[in-house]
Structure formats: structure tokens, C-alpha cells
């Protein structure tokens, strides 16, 4: 960690403390990317301020999925010629990224918001489950499409035992992807394949 005395401007320390306070990002990186910022345009400088004061004030979360979104309905929910029966269950917004890359999926989605996971005291009423339980009235496959690892497939068992019916079908990614991966990491081939080949979820 740097001194705050190695800044000669306060206005610098804040920004380094701001950028440094990202995920992934240390010290150094935050003082590189604070010093090209005051290489840059004054306009440019508030153009990228102006867009970070906008995710706070002007983003908001769909109302069916909990996708991103500029509005009340995210795109992918409002396109009429995506499956409308058909909701892939991911964990998080980077999950669906991911999965929309791939251009092998054309249904819906469901965004839990997290995975079960007790020690980092994440409960299932802490997700958007009741959410996914009434949407899944209307639909006629849920894809569980969670990390490999033991809270991914612990949070799979917990949605499928309340999700079970005669009526829906339930299905996981094609195992492409390994134990323990994540969906973020996964390359755009091996990931649209598993959509593809999915198969059905057994507990």
C-alpha cells in the first residue's frame, strides 16, 4: 500500500482510494489508471464520471428476471420471438453475458442473485426464488444453470425439490464444463454447447 504522504494531492489520494476500492484492483493499478485519467480531456474525464453517476441513478433490474436494464422490462424479456416457456436460472447478470455470447440459447432467464451458500450467510430467502416459483407456473422447462461447485449443485437440489412437477421439465448443463467451473469463466464454444446438450437435472 502506498503512504498517503507519497501523493502530493489530496484530490489524487481520493481517487486512488475510490478505484483501489474495485474488485481486482490494487494500489498501483488505481494510481496508473488515476494518472492516465489526468492525462485525458476534461470532457473525456466527465463523460466516464457522468456514466459511473448513471449506474447508480438510471440502471435498474427487470421486474420478471432481474437482468440489468434501462427500463422496467429488460430486452430479452420483452422479445416476443424468444421462448417465452423456456427460463434459464443463473446465479448472476455476468452469468447471462455469458450465456447471450454463446447465441445458442433463445428463451428466457432468471437471475437468483447468488447460491446458497452458509458461510457466507447467504440463504435462499436472501435470493429471488419466489420470483422463479410463480414464473414457473407459465413455463415448460427451467434450465438450472449454476457453478459446478458444491454450492452451485447444493442450490440446484434446493431449486429442483421445489420446482419439481410432473408438468416441468428440469435440466442442467451438458457436463462440457467441469466440476467447480464457473459460467463466467467458460469459453463461448464449450459453454453454448452445454446449453445445447443440456440434459435433464438428477438429484
Known amino acids: 500500500m502506498y503512504k498517503a504522504e507519497k501523493y502530493p494531492s489530496k484530490v489524487l489520494q481520493d481517487a486512488v482510494d475510490a478505484i483501489s476500492s474495485l474488485p481486482g484492483v490494487g494500489s498501483r493499478s488505481a494510481l496508473r489508471l488515476a494518472l492516465h485519467l489526468l492525462k485525458q480531456d476534461e470532457n473525456q474525464i466527465h463523460k466516464i464520471s457522468g456514466a459511473i453517476d448513471r449506474l447508480a441513478t438510471d440502471v435498474h433490474y427487470c421486474k420478471c428476471c432481474q437482468m440489468v436494464c434501462d427500463g422496467d422490462i429488460c430486452p430479452i424479456c420483452a422479445d416476443s420471438k424468444r421462448r417465452q416457456d ?98 463466467e469463466y467458460a469459453d463461448s464454444l464449450t459453454l453454448g454447447r452445454s446449453i445445447a446438450a443440456r440434459t435433464e437435472f438428477k438429484p
Open 86 to 183: 423456456i427460463i434459464c436460472v443463473v446465479e448472476s447478470v455476468r452469468d447471462v453475458l455469458s450465456i447471450e455470447a454463446t447465441g445458442e440459447y433463445n428463451g428466457l432467464y432468471h437471475v437468483l442473485g447468488g447460491i446458497i451458500s452458509p458461510i457466507n450467510g447467504v440463504a435462499p430467502s436472501d435470493l429471488n426464488i419466489p420470483q422463479l416459483l410463480e414464473r414457473a407456473k407459465e413455463a415448460s422447462e427451467i434450465i438450472l444453470a449454476l457453478s459446478g461447485d458444491v454450492e452451485g449443485e447444493t442450490t440446484a437440489f434446493y431449486l429442483y425439490r421445489l420446482l419439481k412437477s410432473e408438468k416441468l421439465k428440469i435440466s442442467t448443463l451438458a457436463r462440457g464444463l467441469g466440476f467447480g467451473d464457473d459460467l
